[in-house]
């Protein structure tokens, strides 16, 4: 799942689900005039292609690798074949539905009520979860992408955390230096959305280890 490679087009049809191990896409709304903002950010900890199990056949977005890695795809006969057996497959499908549904939700609420400061530290810190490092590889360019602003909002805001020993920035490498003080940066919504997965999957009682954590 190579950098920039698109695995759905908005519109088109799916023939396959992506399980990212590695790797981290973005689903993202195209508008009218060709600009975009993410929606939400799927890593190791999820699927892409739900629209296949939720009655539709198609993706209202674009999904967009945003950081380059590998993952597993899935035929779709397989998937709903799987499904339809109302087994466990089925049940952690909804709930990671349901987990997504809270993501979108809350970067709609953050893309218009916070800072280019807080978004960015969101972003960071959401990609250093799945990653499991302290380093990442992104231009500004195509963070600016993701957060729908301008390139040189992103190149203000990544010298201050830089001179503020949060981050280490260098053609287009991004290392973590400080992770608490990345949160502290950060708005509630990083919280908030990470509380919520674990609630619906780690904190599921009457369920066992979580299928899509255990592909992964």
Same mark, same amino acid.
């Given at each position: 799942?190579?950098?920039?490679? !698109?695995?759905?087009?908005?519109? =088109?049809?799916?023939?396959?689900?992506?399980?990212?191990?590695? $790797?981290? *896409?973005?689903?993202?709304?195209? #508008?009218?005039?060709?600009? $975009?903002?993410?929606? /939400?950010? *799927?890593?190791?900890?999820?699927? #892409?292609?739900? $629209?296949?199990?939720?009655? =539709?056949?198609? &993706?209202?977005?674009?999904?967009?690798?945003?950081?380059?890695?590998?993952?597993?795809?899935?035929?779709?006969?397989?998937? &709903?074949?799987?499904?339809?057996? /109302?087994?466990?497959?089925?049940?952690? &499908?909804?709930?990671?539905?349901? %987990?997504?549904?809270?993501?979108?939700?809350?970067? !709609?609420?953050?893309?218009?009520?916070?800072?280019?400061?807080?978004? #960015?530290?969101?972003?960071? +810190?959401?990609?250093?979860?799945? +990653?499991?490092?302290?380093?990442?590889? &992104?231009?500004?360019?195509?963070?600016?992408?993701?957060?729908?602003?301008?390139?040189?909002?992103?190149?203000?805001? %990544?010298?201050?955390?830089?001179?503020?020993? +949060?981050? $280490?920035?260098?053609?287009?490498?991004?290392?973590?230096?400080?992770? /608490?003080? +990345?949160?502290?940066?950060?708005?509630?919504?990083?919280?908030?959305?990470?509380?919520?997965?674990?609630?619906?999957?780690?904190? /599921?009682?009457?369920?066992?280890?979580? %299928?899509?954590?255990?592909? *992964?």
């Amino acid at each position: 799942m190579p950098l920039g490679d !698109a695995l759905f087009e908005s519109g =088109g049809q799916l023939q396959s689900v992506y399980f990212p191990t590695t $790797s981290i *896409v973005s689903l993202h709304y195209i #508008l009218e005039n060709g600009s $975009s903002i993410e929606l /939400a950010g *799927v890593g190791n900890e999820g699927v #892409l292609g739900i $629209s296949l199990f939720l009655g =539709g056949n198609s &993706m209202p977005g674009r999904a967009l690798v945003q950081v380059g890695g590998c993952g597993y795809r899935l035929k779709k006969h397989l998937m &709903m074949d799987e499904f339809k057996r /109302a087994g466990p497959m089925m049940h952690w &499908m909804l709930r990671y539905t349901q %987990a997504l549904i809270s993501q979108v939700s809350q970067t !709609a609420v953050c893309n218009r009520h916070h800072s280019i400061e807080q978004r #960015l530290c969101r972003l960071l +810190l959401s990609h250093l979860d799945r +990653l499991h490092s302290n380093e990442l590889t &992104m231009t500004q360019e195509l963070i600016a992408g993701i957060l729908g602003v301008r390139r040189e909002g992103i190149t203000e805001v %990544a010298g201050k955390l830089q001179r503020a020993g +949060l981050i $280490s920035y260098q053609r287009g490498h991004i290392t973590a230096l400080n992770r /608490a003080g +990345l949160e502290s940066h950060s708005c509630e919504c990083y919280y908030t959305v990470r509380e919520e997965f674990h609630h619906l999957f780690c904190g /599921a009682s009457h369920y066992q280890e979580p %299928a899509l954590v255990r592909l *992964v």
